[in-house]
């Protein structure tokens, strides 16, 4: 978060203090509210998330007779805040026991999930925890030989089999090289071809049965890496995964690329799923549990 706050000082930061500059004083007005909804609209917080804040706070406005914008400043932090609040599991990091367990990571090519599984990789390992990550995007060598790189840099086994090969078959080895070898933490990367979407539902649904038959489900994590850039068009896609696969979470990657920091509160209101990591940056370092709290403390600082 230091990064975020120090870092993005350009488009981001105008939108975001274009709504700090709206509650630092003047008088709440019919221009107070058309201005707000307007930020929060472009921002990427969506319509109708937008229009139920400004309803709650102006419900908030009126009962409390406060005439001064500066006055709903610190109700609006807290209203943001209880919102991703509510949504269980926001910002914990992987599950990691029963040992092994695994975290399967999915989401559109191109999305970010190699780089991810290695971010994760190096973080975990840093904690002194055994990480194994399984090559389970079998369809592309080249997100083979990007893990296999991920897993040197990282000093992480990466258990694979050739292109083409069955990425259930290898899962299933991962888990069994995990046992054999006293691993704590499995991170699987899995294929997101998005042209036969049926096809790789399926496979995904295949890979969750074997995982499912191996593993106790408080071991096991589905997280979709979502690309923050995607802003409000991308929803259905994450709807898909999440009715194959029965997602515990999001990661939100390359939030360092957008502009509209809004799309975070809004994949938390239209999914209902925790946002887990924030990616914000191709680096190894760049991944940070998500904070609620210093996430909104941004918005409007
Ligand atoms: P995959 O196809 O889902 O496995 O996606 P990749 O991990 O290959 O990532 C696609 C591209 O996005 C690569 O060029 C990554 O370096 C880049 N990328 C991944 N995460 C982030 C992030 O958080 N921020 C930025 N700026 N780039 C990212």
């Known amino acids: 978060w ?5 870092g993005l000082k350009g488009v981001r930061n105008r939108w975001s203090q274009g709504i700090a500059a709206l509650f630092l004083g003047g008088t709440v007005s019919e221009a107070f509210w058309e201005n707000l909804e307007d930020l929060l609209v472009s921002g990427d917080v969506g319509v109708e998330l937008a229009e139920r804040l400004i309803a709650e706070l102006r419900e908030y406005a009126k009962k409390g007779h406060l005439s ?15 919102r991703l609040l509510s949504v269980k599991g926001m910002g914990e990091p992987l599950a990691l026991s029963p040992r092994p367990s695994l975290t399967l990571l999915v989401g559109v090519n191109g999305s970010g ?3 991810t599984a290695g971010k994760l990789a190096a973080q975990y390992r840093r904690q002194g ?6 090559a389970a995007d079998t ?7 990007q893990l296999k790189s ?16 069955d990425a259930a078959a290898v899962v299933f080895d ?3 090289a995990a046992r054999s070898t006293d691993a704590d933490l499995i991170l699987a990367d899995s294929a997101g071809r998005l042209h036969t979407k049926h096809n790789l539902m399926e496979e995904l649904r295949k890979l969750r049965r074997v995982i499912d038959r191996e593993l106790p489900s408080e071991a096991v994590e589905v997280l979709l890496v979502l690309d923050a850039v995607m802003g409000q068009n991308g929803f259905r896609q994450v709807e898909a995964f999440h009715e194959a696969l029965g997602l515990t979470g999001v990661i939100l990657a390359k939030y360092d690329n957008t502009a509209k920091g809004g799309v975070l509160l809004s994949v938390v209101d239209r999914l209902k799923l925790p946002i887990r990591y924030v990616g914000l940056g ?10 609620p709290h210093d996430f909104v403390e941004e918005l409007l600082s």
């Open 150 to 165: 991920w897993g040197e840099r990282t000093g992480c086994r990466v258990v694979s089999q050739g292109p083409g090969s």
């Open 68 to 82: 001064e914008t500066s006055q709903l400043r610190d109700y609006f932090l807290s209203l943001l805040e209880d």
């Open 113 to 115: 999930k190699t780089t």
């Open 174 to 176: 991962a888990i069994q």
């Open 282 to 291: 191709e680096g190894v370092e760049d991944l940070r549990l998500f904070s």
């Open 129 to 134: 925890h055994r990480v194994l990550l399984a």
């Open 2 to 6: 230091d990064k975020l706050r120090d």
């Open 139 to 145: 369809y592309r060598a080249a997100a083979i030989d």
